[in-house]
Each structure stands twice: as structure tokens, then as C-alpha cells.
T-cell receptor, first 111, second 111 residues
Framework: DVKVTQSSRYLVKRTGEKVFLECVQD?????MFWYRQDPGLGLRLIYF???????EKGDIPEGYSVSREKKERFSLILESASTNQTSMYLC??????????FGQGTRLTVV | GENVEQHPSTLSVQEGDSAVIKCTYS??????FPWYKQELGKRPQLIID?????GEKKDQRIAVTLNKTAKHFSLHITETQPEDSAVYFC??????????FGSGTRLQVQP
């Protein structure tokens, strides 16, 4: 059974904190992604990675960074959390041109 | 980059009726077109997909049609049931980047 696991379902952080969202996949896929989901805006791509230590900016990378030290793990980092980063964050993995599998999501609230 | 537009944003139908959701895209190199269903509080999951060399695909009550010339594809759900109520996302893959998602359609099936 496919597993994409995000470290937290719910997080509450204070403005200015550094926040780490972790994602682990057991599918041995090269491709991993971080999306942000907001009502009416769909899923917007923040960053993606095609290989270990490789990263590329998506459509909304400002205020975020990522780390991929191992193939199975892809971390999203909010360097200094702001209230406009309150959102649902979804990690995903995908084989080339095939179905994407999502984690359960992390609902982050920045106060 | 790729631009995907999805309509309508909300759709309410009576149980047993059909529902149609439409998406348009901009990049003619797009070659993979999946549809995801997201139930409340759950992760998006693939329900059907189609590749660029096929015009239509059907799986029981769900079908997808693709018009590459016009750059649009549609999801058709027949004989809708209350359990079809969810948010549906179309997506497009050019094979060069990550999936680009539409903004989502909230489908409500009234019993």
C-alpha cells in the first residue's frame, strides 16, 4: 500500500517562527512536490524536486525553502512564518507521467 | 508556464442526474490529464486519467473526454449519488515539470 506521510496533521505557529514540514514516501519515486491548497485557488505548486539535493521553484516559492537530503524525504521550510502562510500544505510524489500520490495534508495556522 | 482553468467552481445536482466539469489548458505539449477527487478532510485521490493519444476513457459511471485541438477536457459523472459529493480537481502534466491543477469544483449531490 502506497504511503506518503506528512509529519503533522495540524500545526499552530507564531509569526516569525521557523517552521519545518516533513514528508516521507515509500514509493522510491524521484519526484516529490509541495503544494499549498486554499479555497477557490486549487493546489498551487511551491517547490518540487526531481532528485536528491535537487530543487526547483514552483509558482509560489516566496517565503519558502526546501530540503531533500534523502530520496524518501522532502522538507518544506517556512523561514519566518507569516499569517498569510496559514493554509493547508500537501506533499505529493509521482512517477514520470503517472498518478500523483498525496500525503494527508498539514493544516498550518500562523498566529 | 502551464495555465489550467476549471469550471464551474460549484455544481449542485439532484441524485441520479449527470454532472459535467470542464477544464482548459494552455500548453500544447501537455500529454497527461488526471482528475482527482477530494472528500472533506481527506487527501486528493485519482479517479480517472487520460493520455493525449486517446480521445475518451470510461470507468463505470465516470468518463473523461479530451479535445487536444481545442485544449480542453471534461469529466462526466452519470447517475450521480450522494457519495459523489466532493471537490474535484483537473490537472495537466507536460512531462517537464509538476502537475498543474485547476482551481477545483465543489460538487454537491442532493438526495
Amino acid at each position: 500500500d502506497v504511503k506518503v506521510t506528512q509529519s503533522s496533521r495540524y500545526l499552530v505557529k507564531r509569526t516569525g517562527e521557523k517552521v519545518f514540514l516533513e514528508c516521507v514516501q515509500d514509493m522510491d519515486h524521484e519526484n516529490m512536490f509541495w503544494y499549498r491548497q486554499d479555497p477557490g485557488l486549487g493546489l498551487r505548486l511551491i517547490y518540487f524536486s526531481y532528485d536528491v539535493k535537487m530543487k526547483e521553484k514552483g509558482d509560489i516559492p516566496e517565503g519558502y525553502s526546501v530540503s531533500r537530503e534523502k530520496k524518501e524525504r522532502f522538507s518544506l521550510i517556512l523561514e519566518s512564518a507569516s499569517t498569510n502562510q496559514t493554509s493547508m500544505y500537501l506533499c505529493a510524489t509521482q512517477g514520470a507521467g503517472t498518478e500523483a500520490f498525496f500525503g494527508q495534508g498539514t493544516r498550518l495556522t500562523v498566529v | 508556464g502551464e495555465n489550467v482553468e476549471q469550471h464551474p467552481s460549484t455544481l449542485s445536482v439532484q441524485e441520479g442526474d449527470s454532472a459535467v466539469i470542464k477544464c482548459t489548458y494552455s500548453d500544447s505539449a501537455s500529454n497527461y490529464f488526471p482528475w482527482y477527487k477530494q472528500e472533506l478532510g481527506k487527501r486528493p485521490q485519482l479517479i480517472i486519467d487520460i493520455r493525449s493519444n486517446v480521445g475518451e476513457k470510461k470507468d463505470q459511471r465516470i468518463a473523461v473526454t479530451l479535445n487536444k485541438t481545442a485544449k480542453h477536457f471534461s469529466l462526466h459523472i452519470t447517475e450521480t449519488q450522494p457519495e459523489d459529493s466532493a471537490v474535484y480537481f483537473c490537472a495537466v502534466d507536460t512531462g517537464r515539470r509538476a502537475l498543474t491543477f485547476g482551481s477545483g469544483t465543489r460538487l454537491q449531490v442532493q438526495p
